[in-house]
């Protein structure tokens, strides 16, 4: 596997002959995406943070790819949930017919942009970071390790027919979640420990008012239809089952998933043995 290039298609099992003996990381994190939902990984980092753990290399799908950045950007949890207060999904999308999508999300990736300043490219990041994506053009699924950060963490985000596919370097992609929704994968050969943390359970629907409805239920059922075998690679799996109804562009609810993130990850976390902290709770 070669971790230059920007990025790679990849078969379902890593190959990890290249790798060595010992992986090269002790502990690596997970994020699943999930929308809005993505918050309650801001409060597992807190709770990780809390245990007297520190990840040594992140993978993030759709919104775990925008929490997996900024965090190896060095915005600390809490700082992320503030910078989204307030907001809502027209802050950060606008209306664009044609061209494979409904909107475009130009504005969130000059939001993200503006908040971790001058970091531009993966490479730059102060924790290695693996953004998972599907290559719709090979049908595939595929990460980059390296390149600029807005296309390819953009592109992680790009729910078919609500986002346009993203093209870079000739190839097209879409959110990641369309065949991984969940990044443990990309990342469990190279980490001694791995922490989990899905945060896309699967609610029954209440509507079907609209062709973003149909798209969403498409997505969370291919969604919760591929991620269970990567839970199962993960050595502690957090899930947040309480988060099933939440609506994946409702900004509005932050500090209620904030705290499902924190309060599984803490449960998980001491259940494992795993939780150190100097209080000795």
Not at 23 to 33: H, I, R, T
Not at 100 to 110: E, M, P, Q, T, W
Not at 154 to 168: D, G, K, L, Q, Y
Not at 253 to 276: E, Q
């Amino acid at each position: 596997m070669d971790h230059g290039s920007s990025h790679i298609i990849c078969r379902n099992v890593p190959a990890t002959d290249t790798l060595p003996d010992t992986p090269p990381y002790s502990l690596g994190v997970a994020l699943s995406g999930g929308g809005a939902r993505g918050f309650a990984h801001c409060g597992a980092l807190m709770a990780i943070e809390e245990a007297g753990l520190r990840p040594d290399v992140l993978a993030g799908v759709s919104a775990g790819s925008v929490i997996a950045v900024l965090y190896a950007a060095g915005i600390k949890p809490l700082e992320m949930a503030q910078l989204f207060a307030g907001s809502n999904i027209r802050d950060f999308a606008e209306l664009s017919f044609g061209n494979g999508g409904l909107l475009r999300i130009d504005r969130f990736k000059k939001f993200i942009q503006k908040s971790i300043g001058d970091i531009t490219h993966l490479e730059q990041l102060k924790i290695p970071t693996y953004i998972g994506v599907t290559d719709l053009d090979h049908g595939t699924a595929t990460y980059f390790d390296s390149g600029e950060i807005g296309p390819r963490m953009v592109a992680s985000c790009s729910i078919p027919i609500v986002f346009r596919p993203v093209e870079i370097d000739g190839t097209h992609y879409v959110d990641g979640g369309v065949l991984r929704n969940h990044p443990a994968w990309i990342i469990r050969p190279m980490c001694r420990r791995l922490i989990g943390v899905n945060v896309s359970p699967l609610a029954t629907p209440q509507r079907y008012n609209s062709l973003i409805d149909v798209a969403m239920r498409t997505y969370n059922l291919m969604a919760k239809a591929n991620q269970k075998e990567d839970m199962d690679l993960c050595d502690v799996s957090v899930v947040t089952p309480e988060l099933a109804h939440y609506a994946v562009f409702n900004l509005k609810n932050i500090k209620t998933v904030f705290i499902s993130g924190y309060m599984h990850t803490r449960k998980a976390l001491k259940d494992a043995g795993m939780w150190k902290t100097a209080r000795n709770e």
